[in-house]
Nanobody
Framework: QLHLVESGGGLVQPGGSLRLSCAAS????????IGWFRQAPGKEREGVAC????????NYADSVKGRFTISRDDAKNTVYLQMNSLKPEDTAVYYC????????????????????????WGQGTQVTVSS
């Protein structure tokens, strides 16, 4: 059975850093796109970053470009989200999600930060940015 488990969340001061991990079990990351999403209270879930393939095709939301970095380690079956220069508005529950890649996947090519195209989800980890 396919599982995703996030870890690494916590409380950090503005300007600080955190690294989130998404560990996959029951499947191998090769062949899947992995995305990071977040949901703040009263807001819709939004895409933050995704890595589409082992060749390093990545995409970021404008709000995190230059501050967040997504990476994947297929040997460890884990995807990371390095978050630097954190702001209070980054406070949210962060989720990772997986989507099986198929050749010519239109959704991954055109809207890979849309939560609705992902099939498998972790339980989330809380990130709070506050002084």
């Amino acid at each position: 059975q396919l599982h995703l488990v996030e870890s690494g969340g916590g409380l950090v001061q503005p300007g600080g850093s955190l690294r989130l991990s998404c560990a996959a079990s029951g499947f191998t990351l090769d062949g899947y796109a992995i995305g990071w999403f977040r949901q703040a209270p009263g807001k819709e879930r939004e895409g933050v970053a995704c890595v589409v393939s082992s060749y390093g095709i990545k995409n970021y939301a404008d709000s995190v470009k230059g501050r967040f970095t997504i990476s994947r380690d297929d040997a460890k079956n884990t995807v990371y989200l390095q978050m630097n220069s954190l702001k209070p508005e980054d406070t949210a529950v962060y989720y990772c999600a997986a989507k099986h890649r198929i050749p010519g996947d239109y959704d991954l090519a055109t809207r890979n930060l849309a939560p609705e195209i992902y099939d498998y989800w972790g339980q989330g980890t809380q990130v709070t940015v506050s002084s």
